[in-house]
């Protein structure tokens, strides 16, 4: 299934769940189909295994369907608890900056408040990355059981200040990679059963129609799985985190000369069966 968050045109405050009928098709309303389904993608994954067999239901009736054209797709998940991100997590990007392949996982974050829409604006560098939501609360969790405690994929865009990050306030990543906007998420979550392999997805990222990324998934050092369980060490996860598992080179801080966006550019990040998130630098 293709989940995902919108509101209808006029009724910002007005969040609701749905379920696409196909990428770029229409979208069942499942608080409208179902009104003891709740409005927000959060409040569907803590229902677990009842909220998803609704939107199943859903979905297989045709019914209380919103044209996209009346609608504003949001990001697929809003306010989660925790926003966790992974550096240096494709060999190629490694490459590309002669960098030591990492032993173990490199951790940052961003602030909830930097997820913005699949389609909104934002204000620098460009990172192309596959994202996943956790489903299924957990600490501690065996990396055999780690993709249970996963709901879905999407594509996001971790766009980075590299001024903030890489000069100032310490050199600490935070400040960077975490102004409001700077996180676009979208355009729908992708639930783990409509994915056959996260790790062999196709992964682009174009500025104003030229391609500056592509890559594969496959070029993760530490997969779904394993950041599942490396992180559910040091905090547990609930329904609705999520997680940014890395960029693949192509960056524009590490083009000769560097590149930066400007004023009126406009960026696409694809990923292979998950869609496309669309940009305007403002």
Same mark, same amino acid.
């Given at each position: 299934?293709?989940?995902?968050?919108?509101?209808?045109?006029?009724?910002?405050?007005?969040?609701?769940?749905?379920?696409?009928?196909?990428?770029?098709?229409?979208?069942?309303?499942?608080?409208?189909?179902?009104?003891?389904?709740?409005?927000?993608?959060?409040?569907? +994954?803590?229902?677990?295994?009842?909220?998803?067999?609704?939107?199943?239901?859903?979905?297989?009736?045709?019914?209380? !369907?919103?044209?996209?054209?009346?609608?504003?797709? +949001?990001?697929?998940?809003?306010?989660?608890?925790?926003?966790?991100?992974?550096?240096? /997590?494709?060999?190629?990007?490694?490459?590309?900056?002669?960098?030591?392949?990492?032993?173990?996982?490199?951790?940052?974050?961003?602030?909830?408040?930097?997820?913005?829409?699949?389609?909104?604006?934002?204000?620098?560098?460009?990172?192309?990355?596959?994202?996943?939501?956790?489903?299924?609360?957990?600490?501690?969790?065996?990396?055999?059981?780690?993709?249970?405690?996963?709901?879905? #994929?999407?594509?996001?865009?971790?766009?980075?200040?590299?001024?903030?990050?890489?000069?100032?306030?310490?050199?600490?990543?935070?400040?960077?990679?975490?102004?409001?906007?700077?996180?676009?998420?979208?355009?729908?979550?992708?639930?783990?059963?409509?994915?056959?392999?996260?790790?062999? +997805?196709?992964?682009?990222?174009?500025? /104003?129609?030229?391609? !500056?990324?592509?890559? /594969?998934?496959?070029?993760?050092?530490?997969?779904?799985?394993?950041?599942?369980?490396?992180?559910?060490?040091?905090?547990?996860?609930?329904?609705?985190?999520? #997680? +940014?598992?890395?960029?693949?080179?192509?960056?524009?801080?590490?083009?000769?000369?560097?590149?930066?966006?400007?004023?009126?550019?406009?960026?696409?990040?694809?990923?292979?069966?998950?869609?496309?998130?669309?940009?305007?630098?403002?």
């Amino acid at each position: 299934m293709r989940l995902v968050q919108f509101h209808r045109h006029g009724d910002a405050g007005g969040i609701r769940v749905g379920v696409e009928q196909g990428e770029g098709l229409g979208v069942v309303d499942l608080k409208a189909f179902d009104p003891s389904m709740p409005s927000t993608m959060r409040e569907l +994954l803590e229902l677990g295994d009842k909220g998803l067999e609704c939107a199943q239901r859903a979905l297989a009736s045709s019914q209380c !369907v919103v044209e996209r054209s009346d609608i504003q797709l +949001l990001a697929p998940v809003w306010r989660p608890e925790k926003v966790v991100c992974v550096g240096m /997590n494709y060999r190629d990007h490694c490459l590309e900056q002669n960098a030591v392949i990492p032993k173990e996982p490199i951790i940052f974050s961003k602030f909830p408040s930097a997820i913005t829409g699949p389609y909104d604006d934002i204000e620098v560098d460009w990172e192309v990355e596959l994202a996943f939501v956790i489903g299924r609360r957990g600490k501690h969790i065996k990396e055999e059981e780690a993709l249970s405690h996963v709901a879905g #994929f999407t594509v996001a865009n971790d766009v980075s200040a590299r001024d903030w990050q890489m000069k100032r306030n310490g050199k600490q990543w935070l400040l960077g990679k975490t102004f409001d906007s700077f996180c676009p998420l979208g355009p729908a979550l992708v639930t783990t059963d409509a994915v056959k392999d996260p790790h062999k +997805l196709g992964i682009r990222c174009l500025v /104003n129609g030229e391609t !500056v990324q592509s890559s /594969n998934t496959d070029q993760m050092i530490f997969k779904t799985a394993a950041l599942v369980t490396w992180v559910s060490k040091f905090v547990t996860l609930i329904p609705g985190d999520v #997680f +940014l598992t890395g960029t693949p080179p192509g960056v524009g801080v590490f083009r000769k000369p560097p590149v930066f966006l400007k004023k009126g550019d406009v960026v696409e990040c694809q990923i292979d069966q998950l869609g496309s998130i669309i940009n305007k630098v403002v």
